[in-house]
């Protein structure tokens, strides 16, 4: 299962309907479900970003097209960072020669 953290902003139209980022995290929530998409959680965010989220998805393909679909919404824009947990990280050092 690959891992991601999804550092995300509001877009201007995103922050003229803020009273519902809630709403439309669990819209995200269920639509990355059908998708193959697990949220894992979901944190908003003082600073640079306005929320960060943790996803799972079967593959990188998926998560993609989650995030394609996330952003054509016209809400917000995200960076995203593939993750590696502690296992993962010991079979990728592995490899290191």
Request: no cysteine; charged share 25%.
């Amino acid at each position: 299962m690959a891992k991601f953290v999804i550092l995300g902003n509001w877009t201007e139209q995103g922050i003229r309907s803020a009273k519902e980022t809630t709403r439309r995290a669990a819209a995200a929530r269920e639509g990355g479900a059908r998708m193959g998409v697990r949220m894992i959680d979901i944190w908003w965010t003082l600073g640079q970003y306005d929320f960060v989220a943790w996803v799972e998805a079967d593959d990188i393909q998926k998560a993609v097209a989650f995030l394609l679909a996330l952003g054509m919404q016209g809400n917000v824009r995200t960076t995203t960072l593939q993750a590696f947990d502690a296992a993962e990280t010991d079979r990728i050092m592995a490899m290191v020669p």
